[in-house]
């Protein structure tokens, strides 16, 4: 049997992807995660095809995609500039720590950072060669991957089918999603991997990025309407969570709905408050 060129594990939690990408005589690996089994799964099956892990690239800070790079010690752990600086501070193992109080799982050990990047840039990660994207407005720090060998475009924490967008920043997201609709439409992978839930065609990224850009967009609007004609924040603030969602959430995420109106208005308000 031909030896597969990549292969997707899914943790046990929102379901989270993990991506393994083999070469011929060694592996990466994009976001490991979850747990120290979930992890340690990974490297065997990398060991199983004569490619072990030795290259370990990181889409965001988020606990959820840091916290399997303890489990690859002999790999080279990359990441963006941004996303290295909130591992060498510590902010994301502490995050990770909390999640491991919360959820009770067992990680693979503590983040860390071998070679950071800045977005934009190719990397080179063995006999692969990455086309790193900024993809701000989920986190400040995220960061997108092709390797057009391949055909594939990996996007962290964005056009999933099991999430709806929810982010830092929404205008940054819409940015963010506005670039990709044109990247998918121009310049289309064969398969685009999202940080959560299952591979998706071009054609089928570009019709989760559109729904998602327009519920981005109709959130922003109602807010903007709301507080133009006069509305308070609260009546903006409800005129945001009556705007439908593009999909359902696990329910332990609903909470992000009103997380988005929020950091929708921090970004609306100064310039209400001068209109």
């Known amino acids: 049997m031909p030896t597969p060129r990549w292969e997707r594990f899914e943790a046990f939690l929102w379901e989270t992807t993990s991506l393994l990408v083999v070469g011929e005589t060694e592996s990466l690996v994009v976001d490991p995660a979850i747990s120290a089994d979930e992890v340690a799964a990974i490297g065997r099956r990398a060991d199983e095809l004569g490619a072990p892990v030795r290259h370990v690239l990181i889409t965001h800070g988020d606990w959820d995609h840091v916290c399997g790079i303890g489990g690859f010690p002999d790999a080279v752990a990359a990441m963006g500039e941004e996303t290295a600086a909130k591992v060498t501070s510590g902010v994301a193992e502490a995050s990770v720590r909390r999640a491991v109080e919360a959820l009770g799982f067992v990680p693979a050990g503590p983040p860390r950072v071998d070679q950071p990047f800045a977005r934009g840039s190719a990397v080179e990660a063995g006999p692969f060669v990455v086309e790193t994207l900024p993809l701000v407005g989920h986190t400040a720090d995220s960061c997108g991957f092709r390797l057009r060998e391949l055909g594939l475009l990996v996007v962290g924490d964005y056009l999933s089918t099991v999430e709806f967008p929810f982010g830092t920043s929404p205008t940054a997201y819409r940015l963010t999603l506005a670039g990709l609709i044109e990247l998918l439409r121009a310049d289309p992978p064969e398969t ?3 940080g959560h839930g299952p591979p998706l065609s071009a054609d089928e990224a570009l019709g989760i990025a559109e729904a998602d850009l327009g519920y981005l967009r109709s959130l922003h609007t109602a807010l903007v309407d709301t507080l133009s004609g006069g509305g308070t924040r609260d ?11 593009p999909r359902e959430a696990a329910p332990d995420l609903q909470e992000m709905r009103g997380f988005n109106v929020d950091k929708q208005l921090q970004e609306l308000l100064p310039a209400a408050a001068t209109a």
Do not use: R, S
Request: net charge negative; aromatic share 0%.
């Open 192 to 194: 685009v991997i999202p």
């Open 235 to 245: 009546e903006a603030h409800a005129a945001g969570l009556a705007v439908a969602l």
